[in-house]
């Protein structure tokens, strides 16, 4: 038995070192003092004083954190409005509707941004943050509605029957019964078009016009100027954000478990 | 207290009718059950009490105020859920609290009417329990007092006992029929269970593909049921088939298929009509061949028959036998030591009273 203990302790370890050993080097290189990752490592911050002058990096940075956080916001507002019509409302054509949901999970961001691109030119959307913005909340949509459509399912009208009965009008009802026991799907999907958001590359490089550039976009641009350890600086800012946001989440709510 | 009348509430999917020109009346303060195999068209007249469901046509009075288009947060009823829908995110005092909160009523007032109800169902104390920490039985109370506390007109009970074990069932039967009384609301149970409506209803309606089939006190819906339908629904029974001779004397008397004459107290129709009789296994007698029927000056009606097994169930026998109109099923008290194996030759006789005439 201690045999076997120690193998899944040590197959999860190695498992976790796969995913994380590169993003601690990436982390360490950044206050590493070489611009050109040479041993042996002296510490400095010099890549954060430089990024800190890096008026465009910035710049693409806010770009990325408004355009997720209002895509986030539409997409889940928006999202959970419909997995509350899908789930508590049989209409013509339901099955299919549910259906068209998962062909944008699967079909590549590459081919999806394409067709944005062409569709925005001839409808006269055009490029901008605006465009992008469009992108993102019909990309994050799908998973918000199945998100919060799970947790809906997992719940029957019953809830929503009895708080009616109990003299509840609807929206008493969806405030006080629906919302907080949806909640913890209601913050999945958020996290999920915050990262889908945050994370898009494909579609911000298509529709970005010349001087908009978001994070990622700007990324791949330095990358390919010359790779220099303030993109390790500001990934290593990222990561740690990403963290304290889940840290957060997770807090409030237990992943998995029932609330 | 109120009463609430049912008018000709009709409801259709499609071409099926759920719901077929049903009339009810229930009575100020009555406990009412309905029931009926499941599809028949009970819980869609207890939904649409509800609101839940809109009825294709008729009209559904409270108090003589017409309902049918008033939503259902407005129509002041309490519902007791099959699965109890208590809030998961709420504790058990604020479950209760949620009607009288959701209509305002001031915190102090709240606190004192939910710790009353609490007490009423001896559930003093777990206020500040989450429901998935009580146990069934008192989530169905938490449930009960969640309905009663804002004092609705109605209380709707969708089959409230049917996630309980069976001997916390018949617990909560007790005190759900003592704490109805105690409030004395008028109340509509959904139910399957033929027990559960005859240890609780005043009055009961058995329903039937859309229709009502009999409605009156359990115990007359017992003793005379109207037709096959509802002898067999309600309690076990067995049937006989024959044509009737017309009266004969005080007694109507009918020819079975074999024969034999049966008689009853019961009205028959016209002479060589026929008729399907039906004798409740528990007014039979049975006894040994040889034995002497006594009939105290009555005329009783007496079959020879076969035991083919009898079933030992403790505090009862119940035998199946075969005699030359029918199988018979014979329900014996246990209270003599002698039972009768397999294969034993019998009589079984009962009163003309106890053969009840049924509807074609």
Redesign the interface.
Known sequence: MLKIRNFSYGYLICLLAFIYVPIFVMMAMGFNESSDYELPFRFSLIWYQQLAGNDVLWRAGSNSVVLAVASTMVATVIGTMAALAMARHRMRGHAILQILLFPPMAVPWLILATSMLIFFYYSGIGRGLHAMLLAHVALSLPYVIIVVGARLQS?GA??E??????????W??FS??TL??IAPGVAAAGLFAFGISFDQFVTSYFLAPPGVTTLPVEIYASIRKGFTPEINAISTIIIVGSMLLLAIVSKFYQFGG?? | MSSVDIRQVTKTYGDVHALDKVSLTFAEGEFFGLLGPSGSGKTTLLRSIAGFVNPTGGQILVDGTDISHIPTHKRDIGMVFQNYALFPHMAVFDNIAYPLAVRRVASAEINLRVNKILELVQLGGYGSRRPRELSGGQQQRVALARALVSRPRVLLLDEPLGALDKNLRQQMQIELRQIQREVGITTILVTHDQEEALTLSDRIAIFRKGEVVQVGRPDDVYENPRDAFAAEFFGSTNFLKGKSLGKQGVLGAVELSDGTRILTSYALPSSGSPITLTVRPEKVLIQGEGQAVTDQGTSLNVLSATVIQPVYMGASVTYQLSTSPADFSVFQQNREAKRFEAGASVKISWLPQHTVVLDA
């Not at chain 1, 029957?161 to 609807?170: I, Q, R, Y």
Request: charged share 20%.
């Open positions: 719940f019953d809830l029957d009895a708080s009616a009965t109990l003299g509840a009008n609807p008493q009802t006080r019964v907080p026991v029932s609330k």
